[in-house]
């Protein structure tokens, strides 16, 4: 049996991942409409770089007369840092477009598909929906609701601890989860932690994984202004800016000396419990365009993502010893009743070296479902 080429597309998609944003991860192919034959492929290598659909285009060159594309999302049909995608298409004569999901960013939403009919192309929409909409979660979260995807992420012992009694919490887990917790700083737009565990663990917060990639911007929550200016991630060496989110309640003071050492002060509103309102964090984040935010706790800013509802996804490290009831679990604060605690879905459970790692999807999140926008036509 031959793949679809929309598969394929899909695929080559994901070799963009973790260098594409703001941008989606985008693939593209361009096919013999008759033998199936693939006569070009594209991806979206990075921001500012050529969209998939011309790559594609431009590898099958004069064969695309008369042919097919399938592509992952809806080609843009306005200039941004490159020129409409659906021009080229139209000029290269392709007769049919696959689309798998429709673009809900308010420059293309149908209006992509709708050019494209236009020129006369016959265009299919929703093969491999699902895939290209869970590819690109954290854009299309984004678009759709103007805030970051939130992924919590713990590393705990088998009884959910991320620390003991006394605070020893580094590090629990061995090389190989290492390796993947540093993978997923490399796929984060930002990465967010409370003042709690900048005072017990000084962290860098930066990505240190063997493959090329960036740090991701560093965010605290800090409603007082307590942050110590000689903390290590305003001076461990890398290019990503570290804001430190506070209140009008932090000194001026205070504020210049996180400015001298290099970091950034962020004033937002606070929540009735007087700690900084994580809508306004979310907001803030978005409108910065830090479409991936992966909180990396401790058990007190991950239960108050979990209370405001703003959780989507759960990754949790698993180390193979047990703390016992003295330490501290993974998540603050806590549920009188099973039916008030949050459910999820477990997606992934797997072994990596001599721990565990398990990744799950809160059921209360919005942002998990493919819309039907996306995949119906007005
Ligand atoms: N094993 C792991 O994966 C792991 C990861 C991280 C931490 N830890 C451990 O966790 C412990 C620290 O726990 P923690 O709970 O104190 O740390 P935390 O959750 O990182 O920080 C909590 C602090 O963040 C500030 N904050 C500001 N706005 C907030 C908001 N909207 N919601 C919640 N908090 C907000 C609060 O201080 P203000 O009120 O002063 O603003 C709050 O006390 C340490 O022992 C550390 O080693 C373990």
Redesign the pocket.
């Known amino acids: 049996m031959t793949k679809s080429p929309m598969a394929r597309a899909l695929a080559l998609a994901s070799r963009g991942r973790g260098n594409t944003s703001p941008n989606p991860m985008v693939g593209a192919v361009v096919v013999n409409a008759t033998t199936g034959q693939i006569l070009g492929e594209g991806y979206h290598h990075r921001a500012g770089e050529p969209h998939a659909e011309l790559l594609a285009l431009r590898q099958a060159g004069d064969q695309s007369r008369g042919q097919s594309l399938y592509v992952t999302l809806e080609p843009c049909n306005h200039t941004g840092l490159t020129p409409p995608c659906t021009d080229a298409v139209i000029a290269a004569q392709i007769r049919s477009v696959h689309v798998a999901v429709l673009d809900p960013n308010p420059k293309v939403s149908g209006g992509g598909i709708e050019k494209l009919r236009q020129a006369g192309i016959t265009v299919r929409v929703g093969e491999f929906a699902e895939a290209a909409y869970a590819l690109n979660l954290p854009f299309f979260t984004w678009a759709l609701y103007h805030r970051p995807l939130v992924i919590l ?4 012992s088998l009884d959910g601890k ?2 003991t009694a006394t ?1 020893q ?1 580094k590090y ?1 887990t061995h090389a190989a989860a290492l390796a993947l917790a540093h993978e997923q700083r490399r796929q984060a737009d930002a990465i967010l ?5 900048v005072l ?2 000084d962290p860098s917060l930066t990505y240190r994984g063997r493959r090329r990639g960036r740090d991701p911007v560093r965010v605290v ?4 202004g ?1 942050t110590p200016p000689e903390a290590r991630l305003f001076h461990h060496e890398s290019q990503a800016p570290s804001l430190v989110l506070t209140s009008d309640r932090a000194s001026r003071a205070w504020e210049r000396d996180i400015f001298t050492a290099g970091g950034e002060v962020v004033r937002l509103p606070e ?1 009735p419990s ?5 809508t306004a964090v979310m907001e803030e984040l978005a409108e910065r365009r830090l479409d991936r935010l992966l909180v ?7 239960s ?1 993502f979990i209370q405001a509802g703003l959780a989507d996804q759960w990754i949790g490290f698993l180390a193979p010893l047990i703390i016992g009831a003295s330490g ?1 679990s993974a998540v ?1 604060g806590g549920y009188a009743w099973l039916s008030e605690a949050p459910g999820l879905a477990i997606r992934k459970i797997r072994k990596l070296g001599e721990d565990g790692v398990i990744e799950a999807d809160f059921l209360a999140s919005p942002v998990l479902q493919l819309p039907l926008s996306l995949v119906e036509e007005a």
């Open positions: 992420k713990s590393a705990m991320v620390a605070g919490s629990l932690v409370g003042l709690g565990t017990a663990d929550l800090d409603s007082q307590h929540d007087g700690r900084i309102s994580l990396e706790g401790g058990p007190t800013v991950h108050a501290l603050g």
